[in-house]
């Protein structure tokens, strides 16, 4: 599966943004989804999962509550809803992909090693 994030910008802090991250290629719902993000000098952080079924979400402590992670199988999309954005959320943000089709409609990972399928990231910046 080939993945196409967008949506990033410029926000002042307290705004909004909602990222997107399409998927080419067969079987999208069998994927669990991730976004990370990555700031300069740092490195890549989870920021939140969803498992394939959209069943199950699981967030980073620094965002939970602010961002929200949904999906549109079929659509082939995944989305990141970034609400009350403050200046440490500025990074390039980063869309995954793991196969769970053997793991289960309920599974999801925030460790990096565990996904297959990266997109180029989509950069994220806000101002104080």
């Known amino acids: 599966v080939q993945l196409q994030a967008s949506g990033g910008g410029l926000v002042q802090a307290g705004g909004s943004l909602r990222l997107s991250c399409s998927a080419s290629?067969?079987?999208?719902?069998?994927?669990?989804m991730g976004w990370f993000r990555q700031a300069p000098g740092k490195e890549r952080d989870f920021v939140a999962a969803i498992s394939s079924s959209g069943v199950i979400v699981h967030y980073a402590a620094s965002v939970k509550g602010r961002f929200d992670i949904s999906r549109d199988n079929a659509k082939n999309t995944v989305y990141l809803q970034m609400n009350s954005l403050t200046p440490l959320d500025t990074a390039v943000y980063y869309c995954?992909?793991?196969?769970?089709?053997?793991?289960?409609?309920?599974?999801?990972?925030?460790?990096?090693?565990?996904?297959?399928?990266w997109g180029q990231g989509t950069q994220v910046t806000v101002s104080s």
């Open positions: 995954a992909a793991e196969d769970a089709t053997y793991d289960g409609d309920t599974y999801y990972s925030e460790t990096t090693d565990q996904y297959d399928h």
């Open positions: 290629g067969r079987h999208f719902s069998n994927y669990a």
